[in-house]
Each structure stands twice: as C-alpha cells, then as structure tokens.
C-alpha cells in the first residue's frame, strides 16, 4: 500500500504546483439561481450542535440538517481571521494578506487585510448580477480600503474587531480602544437593550426587507459574533441550562460521544480521546468550583441556543419571502472549540459580576473547550482535529435530498466554487485592475448531488507555526511548541481508521510521511509562509 500511495502523491506534487485561474460554470439545474446565505459560527465547537450529538437545543440547525446535508469531516483553518479569509475569498489565508491574524507584520503574505489580488464573495456575487448583504464579524482588516462595503456588500451591520462585550462597546484589553462596529459606511454605537447576536439578525432581517431589485437573487454573509468570549447572555437563557453541567465534563464528553456514533457523525471505530491533560477529573473539585464550572458551560450554552433562536427567525423571513425552498444554506464554525482564558487574566481587564451579565469577562477555557470538540484532542490555533473540525450543513431543497451525512472531506476553500458553481457564476481573472490568484478549492456539487467529489489536490493548513496536510485517508501534523520556540515533531494518521489522531504511523509509514512532508514544504513556499521563528522576530 505505501509504494502505491507514495507513487499517487508524487502526481499531487506536481499538481499542487500547476494551479491557475479557471472559469466555474454551471452545471444545468433550476432556471431560476439561488439565494445564497452562508452562517458562520465564532469559536463553536464540533460537537456543540444538536446534529452532531449536543445535548443544547439547537432545533432550527437541526431541521437544516434533517432536510439537507451534514459533512463529517469538513475543515476550517483553526483560528478566526485565517477562516475568515480563506472563506470570504477561496484561498489560502497567506495568499489573502491574511497569514496571521490582522497586525501587520510588513511581508505581503502577513500584511492582516484582504490584498487586491483576491476577490471576496461579496465582489465575485456582486459582478454575477447578485445583491450582497453581510451583518455580523468582520476581522479581515479595519483599513478603509478594507472594510466590507469596499470589498463587494451593498448593505453591511456589524463588528469590525474581533471581539466585544455582548452588551455594550467597551475596551477589553487594558490600553485599548473600544472595538469598533459600523452600519454600512458609518460608525454604530450601541443603546440600551442590546445584544450582540440579536442585532445581526435585526439587520440581516432589514437588509432582506429593504431588498431591490427584489428581482435579482441575494448573497448574504451571516457571520455571528456567537459563542465566542465573553460569556455573556441573556437571563432567560441561562436559567434554561443552569445546573444542566454539574456531572461535568467527564460525564459531557461521554454521553455526546455516545450521540455521535448514534447519530452517524463519528464511525464506529472512532475513539474518545483521553482528557486533555490540564484538565482534572471533575470529581476533584470542590462543591463551589463545581457549580463554577456549571455556570460557565451554561452561560455558553445559552449563546449557541440564543445563536440557533435567531438563525431560526432568518429562517422564518425566507419563509415569509417565499424564498426558502430557493436559498443555499451553509453553517459552519470558523475554528474549534476556544481554551483561551479571560477572567481577570494577561490584560483582559478586570471584573467582578457573576459570568452571564455585563459586568463579567469569562471564558469556557480548557476544561469546557475540551468537551465541546469531542472526541477530538487539542482547540482552536491548532491543526489537530479539535482545532479544524467543524459541523457542516448544506440546505437547499433545489437539489439535496434531505438527511445524508457526507464523509468525504471538505475545506472553506470549497465554498466559493461551490456557490459560484450553482450561482451560474464566473470567478474573474482580472478585478479593479489587478490579476487575481485562482481559486484553490473545488465545488461540492458533485459530492452534494451524490457523485464523487475527485479532489486531486490535498489541503493544508498553518497557523502560527502549527502544521498539516491531508491527502485522502492521510493526515500528516505538527505542533508549534510556543515555550521552546520550536517545531515539534510531525505525526502521521490515517483518518479512516483513527480519526481521533491517537495512533501515530510515522515511523512505520516513513514513505508515505517523507512524501506529505515535500508537499507541504512546496505548498507553503507557494503561498508564502513565513517560518514561526522569522515571523516573531518581526
């Protein structure tokens, strides 16, 4: 088996090196072209959904998913900016400007706003004859030149930064300015009563209302600032889930595994990775760090229920439009489960209100992270599983039959052939002038309507040093050791049999390794990846 594959994976080498601008168009299907409305989830972890095994009332996802699709093994890039480039343009993130996050590190891949060498969805639906909405986070740059009414929406509400109080714009961190959001062109400054993700849907809900020429289809970006921290939600919410946690995550873990292979997200093979290891057995804790922990999973529960609520009154509207039977619906999470800890530590600042309301800066950390990427190892920054897995949904009654798991793979630079494919649409060489890179993903058509997907190419990632290719059933990793300064490591498994990354076949498939390394060292040459060790030195 290893000559076989080390034979096919030097055709994908130079495939990988041969990629060019190409033109998508349509493949027949309905006369009339679809709305298209994609939802992203912030910090959400794989299995934090009903339909993938959550014990939180998610029922609006859920019947997205009884009556279309979920892919099992679909990808983000681990982290918030990098998914929100890749995504928006069908890139790489080095290849938008976005290699990092959005600081500016002075080399083009790591510039931390979209460049003028990509187009985002917004542009490309825009010059195929589509209105374009987009209410909610932005995080791909705050240049003027870089906001999203410069980069292709007609009508944009949301958050510019990549985090902020539910209720209120306040500095988070000591020594900085409030975040900022905008309605369109204008700065917006919150009143009294409102919540962060009831607001996106206020104006996601204005947009469609406002809508002309009614006669041309939409696009619409819904990136929700939920579940990401703080935890903060609304009193009502929270009591719903108060006390549901105090088995703890232990117990979590286990019964959402369960679920998963009941449900058919995970095989039956699949293994439950053991606790991440700085997290201690529940059972050590003490009465008041136990009821602790419950309120915070229950705050975060209460932001993925309050998240599901409003997609379901987007849901209503399409109805009421008569359009929902004709929109193309995506949800998706923008990275793993998120371990980051923000109460009273670094220079978050500091507060003292219980963990729900406005006075309170609270994460989920580790503990609760852990469980919410069962049956995953490792969170959000990383390229393990836990880091880049998300639940996936595809709804659109035009041309999928409803309740099918796919378990092909997918990754975000898949969606914008996939839209612009049913969209009847054309990716430009050319935008404003400049030439453009090519799209890097494929269209999901063929695997949504129930052929084979043929990927030639095999995805990768980086994220901070943090590394990984997949090529069919193989996925080669590493880890960036961030104390040492280091790379650690790579670490080789095959996904059909372990998905869970626990049985580490690099020693024995050294042939097959030594091959995904040279082709992750040409990819990341390619799009221009700078090393973790350069980059700090910046």
């Not at 309605?183 to 409102?194: R, T």
């Not at 453009?436 to 129930?450: A, F, Q, Y």
Request: a neutral charge; proline letters at 5%.
């Amino acid at each position: 088996m290893g000559i076989k594959i080390f034979t096919n994976l030097a055709g994908v080498c130079l495939a990988s090196l041969c990629l060019h601008n190409f033109d998508v168009t349509a493949q027949g299907g309905n006369a009339k072209r679809p709305n298209l409305l994609v939802i992203l989830a912030d910090d959400m972890g794989y299995s934090d959904i009903g339909c993938f095994g959550s014990e939180i009332s998610t029922p609006n996802l859920d019947k997205l998913a009884k009556n279309g699709i979920r892919f099992t093994q679909f990808y983000n890039a681990s982290r918030s900016c990098p998914t929100r480039a890749s995504l928006l343009t069908g890139l790489y993130q080095h290849q938008a400007g976005v290699g990092d996050m959005v600081d500016d590190k002075g080399i083009p891949a790591y510039q931390g706003y979209l460049n003028t060498q990509c187009v985002t969805l917004g542009e490309a639906m825009k010059t195929n004859g589509y209105n374009t909405y987009m209410s909610g986070k932005w995080h791909v740059g705050d240049k003027p030149q870089t906001l999203p009414r410069k980069r292709g929406f007609d009508r944009y509400f949301g958050l510019i930064d990549g985090a902020s109080s539910y209720f209120q714009l306040i500095p988070y961190r000591n020594n900085q300015q409030p975040p900022k959001m905008m309605l369109d062109d204008a700065p917006y400054f919150p009143e009294e009563g409102f919540y962060m993700t009831n607001a996106i849907t206020d104006y996601a809900l204005t947009f469609l209302d406002e809508e002309t020429p009614k006669k041309e289809p939409f696009f619409m970006y819904l990136a929700y600032t939920a579940p990401h921290w703080p935890l903060h939600a609304l009193p009502r919410d929270i009591e719903k889930y108060r006390g549901n946690y105090i088995n703890g995550w232990d117990d979590l873990r286990s019964k959402r595994f369960a679920r998963m292979k009941e449900l058919g997200i995970i095989d039956a093979s699949v293994q439950l990775t053991p606790r991440d290891e700085r997290v201690p057995a529940w059972e050590t804790l003490n009465v008041e760090d136990k009821k602790m922990w419950d309120l915070r999973m229950a705050v975060y529960a209460a932001m993925v229920d309050r998240l599901d609520q409003n997609i379901g009154r987007v849901l209503e509207k399409l109805e009421e439009m008569g359009e929902l039977d004709n929109t193309m619906i995506i949800f998706l999470s923008d990275n793993g489960g998120c371990h980051e800890g923000t109460k009273n530590k670094g220079n978050f600042i500091r507060t003292s209100g219980e963990t729900g309301n406005s006075d309170s800066f609270d994460a989920y950390e580790y503990p609760w992270a852990n469980a919410s990427n069962t049956p995953f190892r490792m969170h959000k920054h990383w390229v393990h599983e836990g880091g880049i897995s998300t639940p996936f949904i595809i709804h659109y009654p035009g041309s999928i039959k409803g309740g099918g798991l796919i378990n092909e793979s997918g990754h975000i630079i898949d969606i914008m052939p996939t839209l612009l494919d049913y969209a009847k649409g054309r990716y430009p060489a050319t935008f404003k002038g400049n030439k453009t890179l090519g799209m890097e993903g494929i269209s999901l058509r063929p695997v949504i309507e129930g052929k084979p997907l043929k990927r030639k190419n095999p995805l990768f990632w980086e994220h901070e040093g943090n590394r990984a290719v997949r090529l069919g059933n193989w996925k080669l990793v590493s880890q960036y050791d961030y104390s040492k300064k280091q790379f650690m490591q790579w670490e080789l498994y095959n996904m059909k049999s372990d998905r869970s990354e626990l049985d580490n076949l690099f020693e024995k498939e050294s042939a097959i390794a030594e091959r995904l390394i040279l082709l992750y060292e040409q990819h990341a040459t390619r799009i221009g990846v700078v090393s973790k060790e350069k980059l700090d030195k910046k």
